[in-house]
């Protein structure tokens, strides 16, 4: 073999991303011959052992970087006449590798999913028969008495339409002999027909019409419009309440874009993919099949290959996805547009740790697109960004139909009085309120704040919660020292016997999850239609979809469940919404907390009176003071941004700081624990002074999985330093085999 792959001894080499083998790396010698069509993101042939292998090209290694003392063996040939992967998207590969500190073959693996890339899933074909010419009497007669199967064939194909017929639906295989013959007698032709695995379906979607917008409509497109003819990259950000007809706007601005002959771009987040919002663009752009395509994780392999496909081809012109579709080979990309923008499933929680909405914003500058942001509840860093005049901020303060912003009311928890039977998981007048709504035939949502994994020390009697003294965040209780913990500085404090501001004794709290509140509903209304909502419902393929079709035609009359019912979502047959236990959200430690809680009961409260009748939104809490929820009652967004950035600037939290979450995980604690503390030592010497390292302590999430988690946290004016220290360290630091080090840069998630 060695003969037929010549060695090359000094030269360009490249890195290939290998198909089929867990995403193994491997480099090879770029001959001479084939240099100038080797470049980033084209996909290559190479030797592997005693075979050839196919792969991507992540990266080129200039002859000075090359390792001579390795014979590296030779690119066969380039597959393709163009790269997979388009220099810009290699370059947004390149930067977030850095930016997050991870291989760059990590990142290419999120650009062009293994299903693509390996090109297993060949697109499919069928077969198709068409007739062409109906034979004369003498002839059919013929037919009709040596070969009865082609008969059957012509009579069939005669009676349709078209004149066409699958060949499955002729027989399948056992017809494609009497087809053949059939052809070559010229009475049919047999074609190949493409299969396009459309993830929507057979569903067919009706034109719909712009709206004619409003005037805060109006002026928001007129400057995205202005924006995007000028070539402008400088984000924007649409702050616009619930229901103020965003959507709307959104689908002008891509109508605008698509006129004038560039791609779009759609994030959302993965929850709001249900079949309404896809059905709402589908619709809009129903005079051009083939248009819109979808990306979601839910599709088989075949759907993504062909979703894929149609994009990189440039027959879909607008791709709308979570986090991952910020990768979408979007030909001419000149509108990106990122729905609710704040919301935490934009940033990936498994490696590689990237933010699409950060992404999004840097994958316009590098591709010259305009870019969107929008959201009811802007996240703070997006409104620091303003502030700071780097993007231009649109707003929409009024419902677009009119409708009133629901009228919410705090129920104070400590004095309201509750039934024993339910366990304090319903206070009396929300109970009330749910059965005078059963009564009048509406509909009502029940969120139950399930973050509080961590358990804080919360006093049932008086709402106190144990806080640290240096970052007033929520201290996290852990059993086996019987200690508080700070998980962000490390600060540890004993438990208090007694409540420190009422003196109760009763402070410990017990949280309690969806199931469990089921049981109490169907205890207090026995007779109504309930249904639970949650990751364990949702697990089976259209879990979700069923079951919001099944509320939207009235066949539950009660959703209850977490978060993921909280966005996007449109039933006008909703009049309440209750919250059970706003404060779960609080009182964990994570310097968002506050600003997640704001966003999810403003969320949620635009899920109520979107029809006719006025909503009403019911908040149960034991800190009806906490400013997440007072603002939220008052749907002021910008009084809680304001309050908000001024506490994280105080106590240098994001944006006024990046933070990164280094964390340690084995099955042996002793190991785990080792292992952090002697590398926290190593990069406490090796970072900048202006990056702080908090020591290592046990993650409030201190085992799962079988495994013993320890953590620290990092924090300083800008990652990069962090991420170039870390990934140097990391490498460096010789793990055993049973350690996992992880590095979350700008982590969302502190558990
Ligand atoms: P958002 O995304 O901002 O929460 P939506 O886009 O869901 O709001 O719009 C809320 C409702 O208002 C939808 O039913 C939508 O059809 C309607 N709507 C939006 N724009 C207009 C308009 N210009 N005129 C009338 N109705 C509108
Ligand atoms: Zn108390
Ligand atoms: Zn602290």
Not at 224 to 246: W, Y
Not at 418 to 434: F, T
Request: proline share 6%; aromatic share 6%; charged share 25%.
């Amino acid at each position: 073999m060695q003969e037929l792959f010549p060695t090359s001894s000094r030269g360009p080499a490249v890195r290939v991303l290998m198909d089929g083998m867990d995403d193994m790396v491997f480099d090879y010698a770029v001959p001479p011959d084939i240099g100038e069509l080797v470049q980033r993101g084209c996909r290559v042939e190479v030797p592997l052992r005693h075979r050839t292998a196919t792969g991507t090209v992540i990266t080129l290694i200039s002859p000075e970087d090359t390792d001579q003392s390795r014979n590296l063996k030779s690119v066969l040939r380039v597959v393709g006449n163009e790269p997979v992967i388009s220099a810009q998207l290699m370059e947004l590969a390149e930067w977030a590798a850095r930016y997050y500190a991870v291989p760059m073959e990590q990142m290419v693996r999120c650009i062009v999913p293994e299903s693509v890339r390996s090109e297993k899933h060949e697109e499919k074909t069928r077969k198709i028969v068409v007739l062409q010419n109906w034979p004369d009497d003498a002839e059919m007669n013929k037919i009709n008495s040596r070969a009865p199967r082609q008969a059957a064939i012509l009579r069939y194909l005669h009676s349709d339409d078209s004149k066409r017929a699958p060949l499955n639906d002729l027989g399948g295989n056992a017809a494609l002999a009497p087809s053949r013959a059939l052809a070559k007698k010229g009475l049919v032709r047999i074609e190949d027909e493409q299969i396009h695995r459309d993830p929507a379906g057979s569903e067919t979607f009706t034109l719909s019409q712009p709206l004619e917008l409003n005037g805060e409509q109006a002026q928001a497109l007129a400057t995205i419009q202005t924006t995007f003819d000028a070539g402008d990259s400088k984000p924007m950000l649409l702050q616009g309440v619930t229901g103020s007809g965003k959507t709307e706007v959104y689908l002008q601005a891509a109508a605008h874009a698509l006129s004038k002959g560039k791609g779009v771009l759609i994030l959302v987040p993965e929850i709001s993919l249900t079949p309404q919002t896809m059905a709402r663009f589908k619709s809009r752009f129903a005079d051009m099949p083939g248009s819109v395509a979808i990306l979601h994780s839910a599709m088989s392999d075949g759907e993504r290959f062909d979703e894929w496909h149609a994009i990189h081809r440039g027959q879909a012109r607008i791709a709308i996805g979570p986090r991952s579709a910020v990768f979408a080979p979007v030909r001419n990309l000149g509108l990106i547009i990122v729905d609710e923008e704040h919301d935490s499933s934009y940033k990936q929680e498994s490696a590689p740790r990237y933010h699409g909405r950060d992404l999004a914003v840097l994958r316009a500058k590098l591709e010259g697109a305009t870019i969107l942001l929008g959201s009811a509840t802007p996240s703070l860093e997006s409104l620091h960004n303003v502030e700071q005049g780097k993007y231009t901020m649109l707003r929409m303060d009024r419902r677009a139909d009119g409708q009133r912003l629901p009228l919410t009311r705090v129920l104070d928890m400590r004095s309201e009085p509750k039934d024993k039977r339910y366990l304090g998981i319903i206070s009396e007048k929300l109970r009330l309120a749910i059965e005078e709504r059963m009564h009048k035939g509406e509909q009502v949502i029940l969120l139950l704040n399930r973050r509080g994994f961590a358990r804080s020390l919360q006093c049932p009697d008086c709402g106190y919660v144990v806080h640290c003294e240096h970052c007033a965040l929520p201290l996290t209780y852990h059993l086996p020292e019987n200690r508080l913990v700070c998980h962000i500085c490390g600060y540890r404090a004993v438990v208090p016997k007694r409540c420190p501001e009422c003196h109760s004794d009763k402070i410990l709290l017990e949280g309690y999850g969806t199931q469990k509140v089921e049981a109490v509903l169907r205890r207090c209304f026995p007779k109504t239609r309930i249904q639970r909502v949650d990751a364990d419902v949702t697990t089976r393929k259209h879990a979700l979809r069923d079951i919001l079709d099944d509320f939207r035609a009235r066949r539950i009359d009660i959703l209850l469940g977490t978060q993921m019912i909280s966005k996007g979502l449109d039933f006008p047959g909703v009049t309440l919404v209750g919250v059970l236990n706003a404060d779960l959200g609080l009182c964990i430690p994570d310097p968002r907390a506050a600003e997640r809680t704001f966003q999810l009961l403003t969320q949620v409260a635009g899920r109520a009176g979107r029809g006719e009748i006025d909503g009403e939104v019911i908040i149960q809490t034991y800190t009806p003071q906490a400013a997440a929820i007072q603002f939220a009652r008052r749907h002021d967004t910008d009084g809680f941004a304001e309050k908000e950035l001024a506490l994280r600037r105080q106590f240098g939290f994001p944006p006024y700081s990046h933070m990164a979450v280094l964390t340690v995980r084995s099955p042996k604690e002793e190991l785990a624990d080792f292992s952090i503390q002697t590398l926290c030592k190593k990069l406490r010497r090796a970072l900048p002074d202006n990056i702080e390292i908090s020591d290592p302590m046990p993650a409030p999430i201190a085992k799962s999985h079988g495994q013993f988690r320890f953590m620290s946290t990092l924090r300083g004016p800008s990652a990069r330093p962090i991420a170039d220290v870390c990934a140097r360290e990391l490498s460096y630091f010789k793990t055993a085999e049973d350690i996992i080090c992880t590095l979350d840069i700008d982590a969302y998630s502190f558990m």
